[in-house]
């Protein structure tokens, strides 16, 4: 996935009410937009460089949008409305393994009433994660309490008994990172839930990208461990 402009290089000053973000640019304070309603742990130090798109749209209230910080040598995309876009990139251009085969591919599939999920490919249902956090250089997911990701689990092991194919995939938008568990620490009732998915049938996957200031993509597959 490219960016559609040229990226503003600045450093972080602060992040505020979750949506919002101070950057200084040549000097110059800048509000963006904050597309993370994580807790972007581990992200936020004072002085990290960033890197923030501009909308010419004039609706928008807020020009600017953070979309990468840099954590030590580390490129991290933080922007989780571009996660379906890359793995949408690397469906269309095989770069997934376990759907380099699938044809079909539907974007925001409604599997019920109350629940949809990012792909349907074929018959395989996937479901897209954005991972940000990183510690003791293990890529780490959930940053925070997920409900709905919780519930996302128990639905693909529904999926099962409707002859559907379900898969998560750890979007790891974390430059040079090899490995991937789940917070356990964080949501336990998630990493429960993940357990029992697995045992099910539920296919984990996840894959890190190359993020630099021109386009963010899959690169490849990553190990996943359960006891880290």
């Given at each position: 996935?490219?960016?559609?402009s040229t990226l503003?290089?600045?450093?972080?000053?602060?992040r505020?009410k979750?949506f919002f973000v101070d950057?200084?640019?040549n000097n110059k304070i800048?509000t963006?937009h904050c597309?993370n309603?994580?807790s972007?742990?581990?992200?936020?130090?004072?002085?990290?460089?960033v890197?923030i798109?501009?909308s010419d749209d004039?609706?928008?209230k807020?020009?600017?949008t953070l979309?990468?910080?840099k954590?030590?040598k580390?490129m991290?995309?933080?922007n989780?409305?571009r996660?379906?876009?890359?793995v949408k990139?690397?469906?269309e251009?095989?770069l997934?393994?376990?759907?380099?085969?699938?044809?079909?591919i539907?974007?925001?599939?409604?599997?019920s009433?109350?629940t949809?999920?990012?792909?349907?490919?074929?018959?395989?249902?996937?479901?897209?994660k954005?991972?940000?956090l990183?510690?003791?250089?293990?890529a780490q997911?959930p940053d925070a309490?997920?409900?709905?990701g919780?519930?996302?689990?128990?639905k693909l092991?529904?999926?099962?008994?409707?002859?559907?194919?379900?898969f998560v995939?750890?979007l790891?938008?974390i430059?040079?990172?090899?490995d991937?568990?789940?917070a356990k620490?964080?949501?336990?009732?998630?990493?429960?839930n993940?357990?029992?998915a697995k045992k099910?049938?539920?296919?984990?996957?996840a894959y890190?990208?190359?993020?630099?200031?021109?386009?963010?993509k899959?690169k490849?597959?990553?190990?996943?461990?359960?006891?880290?």
């Amino acid at each position: 996935m490219k960016f559609t402009s040229t990226l503003i290089k600045g450093k972080l000053i602060k992040r505020y009410k979750r949506f919002f973000v101070d950057i200084k640019v040549n000097n110059k304070i800048l509000t963006a937009h904050c597309p993370n309603t994580g807790s972007m742990m581990g992200l936020l130090d004072q002085g990290n460089d960033v890197w923030i798109s501009k909308s010419d749209d004039p609706k928008r209230k807020l020009k600017f949008t953070l979309e990468i910080i840099k954590v030590g040598k580390k490129m991290i995309g933080v922007n989780t409305h571009r996660a379906n876009k890359i793995v949408k990139h690397g469906l269309e251009n095989k770069l997934i393994n376990e759907f380099m085969l699938n044809k079909n591919i539907k974007p925001e599939y409604k599997y019920s009433d109350d629940t949809r999920f990012d792909f349907l490919c074929d018959d395989k249902l996937l479901e897209v994660k954005n991972v940000t956090l990183i510690r003791k250089n293990i890529a780490q997911f959930p940053d925070a309490k997920t409900e709905r990701g919780t519930k996302h689990l128990i639905k693909l092991k529904e999926s099962i008994k409707k002859k559907f194919k379900p898969f998560v995939l750890f979007l790891t938008q974390i430059e040079d990172i090899n490995d991937f568990s789940i917070a356990k620490d964080i949501d336990k009732n998630y990493y429960k839930n993940y357990l029992i998915a697995k045992k099910a049938g539920v296919k984990f996957l996840a894959y890190k990208c190359v993020i630099n200031s021109k386009e963010i993509k899959i690169k490849e597959k990553i190990k996943i461990f359960d006891d880290k």
